[in-house]
């Protein structure tokens, strides 16, 4: 059982990478970050099976901090959007060189 | 006295200066909100803000001269967590000072501004206290999401709200892997606890054992984008661009500062057993950095950018003492330390002052007869770009940071005799950009037309003079300083095992 | 600097006469050179502005000008020095006074018995290591014979500068180089260490320098002074090699020490060989020998009593001194002294053919200098020192009297020139012709000196020339030389071949100098009508040394009257002087015997002498026509052989060509724009920086600013890290 | 003498006093620069050159007592001054002085006023600053002379790069940007990797003397390598001292940093800045690693190197028309002289270098003094734009003639007695190499001749030079010192050569044997 877990922890992983490298729009990539930080707490459960509840209290900061950077991360995404009435990464690169 | 951290209310007073800064800090958000936004106020809470800085800054002081220490628990008790929380309160303190009159300048009213950078400076000082992977995620990401919102701190910018959003989900991203490496140490070992998974790594064999082996490449991975190392340092440049000046000041010193006293930690207590896995990846990724940043550097026409690629490079710098795996290594990385924040910071306060209101005059070309107009002030600059190259007397104390981590590699069990080598030469190439800034302000005649240089704030020439005076000073009489960093290395509860001779 | 620590040299005979003051020698015309030099920088300087970068301002312009234009004929404007008084008398003054204390020293001289040098050690100058060298004079009586010409004959040239140069406005620079050689021309013969007399010898080509760059407006004038300063430094070069190998192998570079153990090393060993060859390669270039003889005629840009000085009397006979100096290196190794005597007599014969058909007065005397030289170098290559200086001392007397008469003519047919402000060559033998009814006392006095150098008997050139070329023919068998080889043609076949071109020289000497004494004093005037009224003897000044010189020449043999004369004069004088210094070497090389012909066979070589310089006379006579000469302008130009002689072979454009001009074009094109600006500076230096550039270009084109580009750069980091991990 | 110095203890204080008297002159500068910041531009600059020509003045007459005050011939250091720095890692502030360092510290400090007076007129610009920059320059200059702690040796090397690089970038010529830049990274790159190195040898001795030290006289007594890393550090130092020296074909940054520097900054780049590369190998490069200075390859290689450096600058000064670069380019010819006379390794080889390093100095120092002159009244250096000027500026051209000549290496002028030594000593163990060498003596004839022939001789052709005016007073008065250094060291060169023999002597034996320390020690351990 621990090792399927840590197996689809990893593929869940891997997806949540592959959107963060093909997707554009930001709220999805940020949703495939989420899903990316998800991921690894279902490692973080399934290993507390092996070591006792560290895991487990890793995997309830983990959702915490999680919140809080997606209330972060969605305030940031909107005042991008007062300026380029865009979330379309690609239309943003100010920055560069 | 030791504190014994099983227990809560030992456990909190070990906490003492984090507690100090946080309380404060949540008093001057009230305190912010309070009031309508206005300059005054803006101002007033800065000050405020100071004056708790100072004050933890103190407490620390006093915490550090006290020979402190504890039982084996989720936070450290040594002189390192002192002295990188000192690093990182003058880097706050800095930055702050910059601020008030940067932000007045910029009309940035919100006074919350302030808080936010004693928020990231309460997660730095937990970062420098982790003794637990837990703690080190935490840190992190207090750090890092009061980071991400200081960076779009002006809102009529959009390079301000460009770079805060790469940065938000590039840093997002980069935690996901941290996390998952942190993940895969702790499947692999079975703790969290830094000098538990040290005393597992050097009693079993983990040298083979891929789950732990993929978990240390992953933990390098998220160190390495917070100190922006390269490849993972392609959010700081453009993040560095966009953010108010200070802001990136702070950046580029407290939270490089910070994060790199945690991978130092890590590396030491946890890792100090698999230096035979980590000894390569590390030493490429210094070699690399240092390329990269001072290549990079070169063709760099916007002073902040070309200083965001130095930070890189120097990120380049201070991998090589976290390659050497040695106590002498972190000492160096301490002084180090010190000599980069005190040039960094006052490069920035010279671009804020040229950069004039809007921020609009950052180029080289903005630089050109500066000498003519601001003498003081392309003198100072000229120490601090002195002093970033590692020059001896004129870059005073950055000539004896780079001697020391030199002589840290040189000395390492393992040596890093062409590490070493690497770190020279490409200081030669450094040596390209960073005269360069010297160049265009000593030995070109101020254009025509070109916008006056108003005379900087009381604060920000506080801020530059302060930093000439240190970084001569410690430039010409640096024992002191070495005394310290020497004094403040890791110290675990336990005898390390792990390889380590005493530093020099 | 002098007088600190003048040790005099054990107990020699000499340190308690006059001769302990022979340091005085080279001091009085320095001296001299302080007080002109001084003069000269008085008058022409006109001390700057305080504050030199502000601008110019216009007043001035007219005086530069003034004072930059006349250069061309700069020597014949009308005003004198402000201190050519002072001058005229301190520069042959302290000539003068030298001369007179050199007469003293040799009559102390000759009152003592001289087995061996008096050396005077002033101070130590290079104590380094194993090589401590002092500063030290040698006087013996070889120093003895050249010091008494040169403050002899340089006193006399010095004297007929006063008139020649009168109104050049250069008058106490001038004198203050003259002086200055003689300082120079002293600390050469009289340096009692290599390094001493290279001192000497660099010291009198510096002076040459000057002194022919004199006129320096003129840029030939400047050029000629740069080539013979260049050229010499090639025989520098040898000279230092010389000197390197002395000192590797014999451990020092004192003359006396020197010649003591050179005759230790193996008898014609490579070491020996090597440093005679690499001296004579350093008197090639002093005493313009083939290769490097070039620079000789070119120097006669100089003033005339220059010519006469330094580049006829003194100087370029220094080579001959030094060979003669170190007969003790050279008797060691014949297979060099094969190469001296050879080369001496192709110059003799080379120059003499192309002394035939020059036109300008001075580089015939100049070619018939460079083969006299050669002649020089035949008796001293052969062994036969006192030949050698016999002629040298000969030479001076009768060739500064050809140059300081051509001087004469010259300063006459200038003045005629400049009165009518003709812009003609006053040089040019064609535009002279008939001078003997206006100039008779130089041209009586011109005749002397031309019998003497054609060896006309009982004039001083025939005792010279007579005994170098016996010397030749007697070595011919039974000496080393006869033994040596030289690239495997045996010696004897050599110095035959020696011997026959030294006969050769001799008649076209006498040619040639025929033909300048015809075109010059004989036949119709070509001068001009309108200057001929300007016609005139030369000033007392000018012909009175003239006078003294033209009895040396004609009554200097008697220094050294041969057997077979003894009816004249006192039999081998110079023999007997210079026995002590160079005696054990002659000897060395006619293998320990006195070389021996019989009767007959001098008397057969003294006639065929006789005859050829009478036929080459005659000849000369019968076959120039003055009167079908026309002036220089009016002259077609030469064609076939007499073009190629009158251009000297066209040496000089081979020279410049395979030489000279490649090297500046290597350096300039390869070496500079090729190795320096491209591969050195464009590739490494440059190309490095921009590969720096290049790297940090390519790194920010990555830096789109696009964040997907940067995850996917994130995360090929990853998988590059995970993979360093994983697979190590 | 003696005795009036040793009653003043001067031999205590001299070293430390000569290094900070400038410091407190550059001090002195900015505090005139602040007080008269209302003063009109002409005033201040007219004051601000005096007080900086005195400060160099007094420098200048404090540093003369060392020639009686050193005892050139005993064993050890003199003068020595042996502070503590920073005990951590066992720097130390070690000064002192042997007769080679002797000579070249009196040449920095005799060197430096003439150098001032040589701009009295032509800096205007920010005069504080250009002055006080040369002060800062004279302590880099000093120190490297006097240095004995390795690390301490370091700093000194690399100060004075700064303001140089500013005197070049400030007030040089038209490329001075490019050139200051290239003389700063090229000196950059060799100086770091022997700190490096210096790093290595003094983590080896740390080990052996069991605590930190960097101690010149402790590395040179015991610490004692492998052959290969030996190699490796004798290169990097090597490396450093090269590029300063400038050897062929690391000499490119040469003629760019002469051409462009201000008549000073020339001066003191040829005269004194180059002598540090020699000075480098003759006090660090050979007795620290004398088994690979010995290594035949390794010699060869240097030799071969001077040599070419020899041929090559005086061949590509032939066809220079720019005066300054060509007298830059015999600068490569003659520090070739100086590296072939210490790599042949005899002691009149060694003796003619260390003669060559001051003849240079004094020779091409007076050469650049002049080209400053003439530049400052025509505003040219091609050699083409000059012509026949002798006839209106003769003691500018007699002077000229004279500096040439020394220039050349005619005897009787300080330049024969260097090449001498250096090429008669060569001869003893490197006969190929000097015989080549010896053709530069033509060369320099030519080179040095032929643009003397185009400058001040030929027909004054050229309207604009018919109005130039002769040297002042001043420049006169400086030049004089000058010309008597010139006559007075080819005359009699004894008592400077007294000063270096037992240094050099000691040093070549030490270096023949192989360092062993039986053999000599060149030097005591003092502490």
């Known amino acids: 059982m621990l090792v399927e877990a840590l197996a689809l922890s990893a593929v869940l992983f891997t997806i949540g990478v592959v959107g963060v490298l093909t997707r554009r729009n930001a709220i999805i990539l940020f949703m495939c970050i989420e899903l990316m930080l998800n991921a690894v707490n279902l490692s973080f459960v399934a290993l507390s099976t092996l070591y006792g509840a560290t895991g487990q209290v890793f995997v309830v900061f983990t959702m915490t901090v999680a919140a809080a950077e997606a209330a972060v991360g969605l305030a940031i995404i909107i005042a991008i959007f007062r300026h380029t009435r865009s979330v379309n990464l690609q239309n943003i690169n100010l920055l560069k060189g | ?504 | 600097m002098m007088h600190p620590a003048m040790i005099p040299e054990g107990a020699h005979p000499l340190a308690a006469t006059v001769a302990r003051f022979v340091w005085l020698l080279p001091l009085l015309p320095l001296l001299g050179f302080l007080i002109n030099g001084t003069l000269a920088m008085l008058g022409a300087a006109k001390v700057g502005p305080a504050d030199p970068s502000a601008g110019h301002d216009s007043d001035d312009h007219g005086h530069g000008a003034a004072h930059g234009h006349d250069a061309h004929d700069a020597h014949h404007a009308p005003t004198r020095h402000k201190y050519a008084a002072i001058t005229s008398l301190v520069g042959p003054g302290v000539l003068v006074a030298a001369f007179g204390l050199a007469v003293a020293c040799f009559f102390a001289m000759r009152s003592v018995d001289m087995e061996r040098p008096f050396l005077l050690t002033l101070f130590q100058w290079m104590p380094v290591g194993d090589l401590n060298l002092t500063a030290s004079f040698l006087l013996d009586p070889l120093s003895m014979v050249m010091v008494l010409v040169i403050t002899g004959v340089g006193m006399l040239i010095h004297i007929f500068s006063v008139g020649y140069m009168q109104d050049d406005p250069g008058y106490p620079r001038y004198f203050a180089y003259l002086n200055l050689f003689v300082f120079f021309m002293l600390v050469l013969v009289l340096g009692g260490s290599y390094p001493l007399l290279f001192v000497g010898w660099e010291g009198v080509g510096l002076c040459s320098y000057l002194l022919i760059g004199f006129w320096f407006s003129e840029k030939a004038n400047a050029d000629a002074g740069k080539k013979a300063f260049i050229v010499n430094r090639i025989g520098d070069f040898g000279f230092l090699v010389a000197m390197f190998l002395m000192f590797a192998n014999l451990g020092s570079l004192d003359i006396a020490t020197v010649a003591e153990k050179a005759v230790e090393l193996p008898m014609g060993g490579a070491i020996v060989t090597a440093m005679a060859l690499f001296l004579f390669l350093g008197c090639t270039g002093k005493s313009a020998q083939i290769p490097l003889y070039v620079r000789l005629p070119d120097a006669m840009a100089g003033p005339t009593p220059v010519s006469a000085l330094i580049h006829a009397a003194t100087m370029v006979t220094a080579g001959v001194y030094l060979v003669a100096r170190s007969s003790a290196i050279f008797s060691m190794a014949p297979m060099a002294q094969l190469v001296v005597a050879l080369v001496g007599a192709l110059t003799a014969f080379f120059a003499a053919t192309i002394g035939l058909k020059q036109w300008d007065i001075k580089k015939v005397l100049a070619y018939s200098t460079v083969s006299q030289l050669g002649y020089m170098f035949i008796g001293v290559g052969v062994g036969a020192y006192v030949a050698g200086v016999f002629h040298l001392v000969t030479h001076a007397f009768f060739k500064a009297l050809l140059f300081l008469g051509s001087g004469s003519v010259i300063y006459v047919m200038h003045a005629a020139y400049h009165a009518t402000h003709n812009h003609d060559d006053a040089q040019d033998m064609r535009n002279m012709g008939g001078l003997k009814t206006y100039m008779p006392v130089t041209f009586y006095l011109m005749w002397i000196a031309t019998l003497a150098i054609a060896g006309i008997p009982l004039f001083s050139g025939f005792f010279s020339k007579d005994e170098i070329l016996g010397s030749v023919f007697a070595r011919i068998s039974h000496s080393t030389l006869a033994e040596a080889t030289l690239f495997g043609v045996p010696g004897g076949t050599i110095l035959l071949i020696v011997y026959v071109l030294g006969l050769a020289s001799a008649l076209m000497t006498a040619i040639y100098m025929t033909r300048m004494m015809l075109y010059t004093f004989h036949g119709p005037n070509r001068t001009g009508e309108a200057e001929r009224s300007h016609l005139t003897e030369a000033p007392w000044i000018m012909t009175g040394p003239l006078v003294v010189l033209a009895a040396l020449a004609a009554f200097g043999g008697w220094l050294n009257v041969p057997e077979l004369l003894s009816a004249v004069g006192p039999v081998g004088s110079l023999d007997h002087w210079l026995e002590p210094v160079v005696g054990e070497a002659a000897l060395r090389t006619t293998l320990g015997a006195a070389p021996h012909v019989t009767h007959q066979t001098e008397l057969m070589l003294v006639g065929t002498a006789i005859a050829i310089a009478v036929a080459g006379i005659a000849f000369a006579l019968l076959r120039l026509k003055p009167a079908a000469l026309v002036p220089k302008k009016d002259s077609p130009a030469a064609t076939g052989i007499s073009r190629v002689l009158e251009n000297k072979y066209f040496v000089d454009e081979g020279y410049d060509a395979a030489i000279v001009q490649p090297t500046l074009a290597v350096s300039r094109a390869v070496l500079w724009k090729g190795l320096d600006a491209g591969i050195i500076d464009g590739l490494f230096v440059n190309g490095s920086a921009l590969l720096a550039r290049a790297f940090g270009w390519m790194g920010s084109q990555l830096q789109t600013g696009q964040v997907g580009t940067y995850a996917w750069v994130l995360l090929i980091g990853v998988i590059t890290l995970l993979g360093a991990f994983t697979f190590r | 003498m003696t005795a009036f110095l040793s009653s003043i203890n001067y031999n205590a204080w001299i070293v430390p006093v000569l290094l900070l008297l400038p410091a407190f002159g550059a001090v002195g500068l900015w505090a005139h620069a602040l007080l008269t910041a209302n003063d009109p531009a002409d005033k201040r600059w007219r004051e601000v050159r005096v007080l900086a020509f005195a400060f160099f003045l007094g420098e200048a007459l404090l540093s003369l007592g060392l020639w009686w005050s050193i005892d050139t011939a005993a064993i050890g250091w003199q003068a020595m001054v042996d502070l503590s720095w920073i005990p951590q890692w066992g720097i130390r502030f070690t000064v002192g002085l042997d007769g080679i360092s002797l000579t070249l510290v009196l040449l920095t400090t005799l060197m430096m006023p003439l150098a001032v007076l040589g701009s009295w007129t032509s800096i205007r610009t920010k005069p504080h600053a250009y002055y006080a920059l040369l002060l800062l320059l004279t302590i880099g200059m000093l120190g490297v002379f006097v240095s004995l702690d390795l690390v301490l040796f370091y700093v000194m090397w690399e100060i004075m790069l700064v303001p140089m690089y500013l005197v070049i970038g400030v007030w040089g010529g038209e490329r001075r940007l490019y050139a200051a830049i290239k003389f700063f990274i090229y000196t950059m790159i060799g100086s770091l990797l022997m700190l490096v190195a210096i790093l290595y040898l003094g983590s080896e001795a740390s080990r052996i003397a069991g605590a930190p030290t960097f101690s010149y006289d402790f590395i040179l007594n015991n610490v004692r390598l492998d052959p290969t890393t030996t190699l490796w550090l004798f290169g990097a130092f090597a490396l450093a001292f090269a590029v300063k020296v400038p050897m062929f074909p690391f000499h490119t940054w040469l003629p760019d940093a002469h051409v462009e520097a201000p008549t000073a900054g020339s001066v003191i780049l040829a005269a004194i800045m180059l002598k540090m590369g020699t000075f480098g190998f003759v006090r660090f490069a050979l007795p620290l690693f004398p088994s690979a200075a010995m290594n035949p390859a390794v010699r060869s290689f240097i030799i071969a190197l001077a040599v070419i450096g020899i041929i090559y600058g005086a061949l590509v000064a032939l066809v220079q028309p720019d005066f300054k670069k060509l007298v830059a380019y015999s600068s490569v010819s003659h520090l070739g002289f100086v590296m072939l006379g210490i790599f042949a390794l005899t002691t009149e080889s060694m003796q003619g270098a260390l003669m060559v390093n001051i003849n240079h100095g004094v020779s091409t120092g007076a050469l650049f003094l002049l080209i400053g002159m003439i530049y400052e009244r025509r505003h040219t250096r091609m050699i083409a734009d000059y012509g026949g000027i002798a006839k209106v500026v003769p003691i500018f051209a007699t002077i000229l003639t004279i500096v040439s000549l020394s220039s050349i290496g005619v005897p009787g002028t300080n330049g024969f007695i260097g090449e001498f030594l250096v090429l008669v000593g060569a001869y003893k163990t490197q006969p190929l190499a000097t015989v080549i060498s010896a053709t530069a003596v033509i060369f320099a004839a030519a080179y040095l001749l032929w643009a003397l022939q185009r400058i001040i001789y030929n027909k004054l052709d050229k309207p604009a030079n018919e109005g130039l005016k002769d040297l002042n007073w001043r420049e006169i008065g400086l030049l004089v010192p000058l010309l008597i250094a010139i006559v007075w060291l080819g005359v009699y060169p004894k008592p400077l050569l007294d000063k270096t023999e037992p240094a050099a002597r000691r040093l070549v034996e030490y270096v023949q044997t192989g360092g062993v320390k039986a053999a000599v020690n060149i030097t005591h351990t003092a502490r």
């Open chain 2, 1 to 504: 006295m030791i504190f014994d951290l099983a227990n809560p209310s030992q456990l909190m007073q070990a906490f003492g200066p984090d507690l100090l800064l946080m309380a404060g800090a949540m008093v001057l958000m009230l305190w912010a909100a309070w009031r309508p936004e206005s300059h005054e106020h803006q101002r007033a809470v800065g000050m405020g803000a100071l004056v708790l800085i100072a004050a933890t800054m103190g407490l620390t002081i006093w915490y550090a001269t006290r020979g402190l220490s504890s039982t084996l628990g989720v936070i450290a008790v040594d002189n390192f967590r002192w002295a990188t929380d000192l690093i990182c309160l003058l880097g706050a303190f800095g930055a702050i000072a910059l601020s008030i009159e940067y932000n007045a300048r910029e009309r940035i009213m919100p006074a919350e501004a302030h808080v936010l950078v004693l928020f990231a400076t309460a997660g730095m000082m937990v970062l420098a206290a982790a003794r637990d992977l837990m703690i080190v995620f935490l840190g992190i990401e207090l750090m890092s999401v009061a980071i991400y919102v200081l960076a779009g701190l002006n809102r009529r910018s959009p390079k301000s709200a460009e770079g805060s959003l790469k940065y938000f989900l590039l840093g997002a991203f980069a935690t996901g892997f941290l996390l998952y490496g942190i993940a895969l140490v702790y499947g692999s070992t079975g703790s969290t606890n830094l000098v538990e998974i040290g005393q597992r790594v050097v009693n079993g064999n983990y040298i083979v054992h891929p789950m732990m082996l993929v978990g240390t490449g992953l933990l390098l991975v998220g160190f390495g984008f917070k100190v922006a190392a390269a490849p993972f340092h392609m959010w700081a440049p453009d993040v560095y661009e966009g953010a108010p000046t200070p802001i990136t000041a702070f950046m580029a010193t407290a939270v490089k500062a910070a994060a790199f006293a945690t991978f130092l930690r890590v590396w030491l207590e946890a890792l100090g057993g698999m230096g035979d896995a980590w000894f390569a990846p590390v030493w490429w990724l210094a070699a690399v950095a240092m390329f990269v940043g001072n290549t990079v550097a070169l063709s760099q026409r916007n002073v902040k950018r070309l200083l965001a690629y130095s930070s890189i490079a120097h990120s380049g710098y201070l991998l090589v003492a976290v390659a050497t795996g040695t106590l002498a290594g972190s000492a160096a990385f301490l002084f180090y330390l010190v000599a980069y924040t005190l040039a960094s910071f006052g490069a920035f306060a010279i671009v804020i002052t040229v950069g004039s209101t809007g921020d609009v005059h950052g180029n080289l070309e903005d630089f050109e007869g500066l000498w003519s107009v601001r003498p003081g002030m392309a003198i100072a600059m000229g120490v601090f770009m002195l002093s970033l190259m590692g020059f001896p007397i004129f870059g005073g104390v950055g000539f004896f940071g780079k001697w020391y981590l030199l002589m840290a590699a040189i000395e390492a069990p393992r040596p890093l005799t062409t590490l070493a080598v690497v770190l020279v030469l490409t200081s030669v190439v450094s040596a390209g950009y960073y005269l360069n800034v010297l160049r265009v302000m000593f030995m070109k005649p101020r254009p025509e037309g070109a916008p006056v240089v108003e005379r900087a704030g009381v604060l920000t020439r506080g801020v530059v003079f302060a930093t000439v005076l240190a970084i001569l000073v410690l430039g010409v009489i640096p024992s002191r300083a070495i005394g310290w960093s020497r004094a403040s290395i890791p110290r675990a509860p336990q005898v390390q095992a792990a390889a380590v001779n005493a530093p020099r």
